[in-house]
């Protein structure tokens, strides 16, 4: 990628998107350090990441993630993990920002939100938006951040493939093996990774005594009702750990999870190792009016579905027509 706007620019704004996972902190992180390392002046660099989960406490931030912004203008924007307008935290942000300011830098599969951005690398082949950082900008990171790069590279690699369980390239192994080499130890990540707190604890448990299984597709729920009265937004939960929880427990090729918003709504979650195309079906899900959205990776992808009826007929509802449509890939 030419640095050519980063290296003209002086002052920063890395966004990324709503309730953001390990590797979109990560990748925010490791932007920072990117920057720092090219001469940029720390005080001059703004990440907004205003709500981390305590699933990923361990993380170093080092101070560095803000929940607002005093620098009135910002040179450039930079957007990681995320390429939906609808998606972004802090979008009253973005809304001030021509496109030619923007660095948009994903691995998520295009969406009809797309930001617009002058400057774009995009990769939905790529396990984690860390893997695309490690390729573009590692060469230019300086010998004295290389590990605390790298360190954020291993992060967002282990929280989007869920320790190398999903969407696991022959390139994230071979940057996880230089990672090895310079002194990151991965197993450690792995497991900061699984510890989880109370609250993922309890709504995997209730999840999987939910849990129906069909065809080896496997669909659970949680409604707001289950959910206490700061987690009924769901920026407070993190379903990925919830995810993790629920298939350490179970043995399924395809996971359904679906949880109620606050909004009459369901947020659903996909992941599969039956080598179908989730992000496809969600694109035909959306067509067909069934899906409000939805989208994401091949083996990896989420939606939003209105709630029709009561919540439990909309369940049972949403499941048999996923199971028809996943049967017949």
């Not at 809304?95 to 930001?115: G, M, Y």
């Not at 993922?200 to 009702?225: G, H």
């Not at 994401?296 to 449509?325: D, Y």
């Amino acid at each position: 990628m030419d640095l050519r706007k980063i290296l003209e620019a002086e002052t920063f704004l890395i966004l990324t998107h709503v309730r953001p996972d390990g590797d979109a902190i990560s990748s925010s992180l490791a932007f920072w350090i990117l920057l720092v390392s090219l001469g940029k002046k720390p005080e001059n660099i703004e990440v907004f990441v205003p709500f981390v989960s305590k699933d990923l406490s361990f993380i170093d931030k080092e101070n560095v993630l803000k929940q607002n912004c005093v620098i009135k203008k910002h040179d450039l924007v930079i957007i990681l993990d995320c390429s939906d307008y609808s998606r972004i935290e802090g979008l009253e942000l973005l809304k001030v920002v021509s496109p030619q300011d923007i660095i948009l830098i994903d691995h998520h599969e295009i969406s009809e939100n797309l930001i617009e951005a002058e400057t774009s690398v995009t990769d939905a082949t790529a396990s984690s938006c860390t893997c695309i950082l490690y390729r573009e900008f590692y060469m230019y990171v300086c010998e004295k951040d290389r590990k605390a790069f790298l360190n954020n590279v291993a992060i967002g690699i282990m929280s989007d493939t869920i320790s190398l369980t999903l969407n696991v390239t022959a390139e994230c192994k071979e940057i996880l093996s230089l990672c090895q080499k310079k002194g990151i130890d991965i197993r450690v990540i792995g497991e900061q990774l699984k510890n989880i707190d109370i609250t993922t604890q309890r709504l995997a448990n209730i999840s999987i005594n939910r849990l129906v299984v069909e065809k080896e597709i496997s669909c659970t729920y949680i409604l707001q009702q289950d959910l206490k009265k700061e987690e009924c937004t769901l920026e407070t939960l993190n379903h990925k750990a919830i995810i993790q929880q629920i298939l350490a427990s179970v043995s399924c090729k395809t996971l359904i999870l679906l949880i109620e918003n606050d909004n009459h709504e369901f947020k659903g979650s996909m992941r599969t190792i039956a080598g179908i195309d989730l992000n496809e079906i969600c694109g035909y899900m959306v067509e067909k009016k069934i899906f409000l959205q939805g989208g994401g990776h091949s083996n990896s992808a989420g939606f939003k579905v209105p709630i029709l009826g009561t919540t439990l007929e909309t369940v049972n509802q949403i499941f048999r027509i996923l199971v028809s449509v996943l049967s017949d890939c």
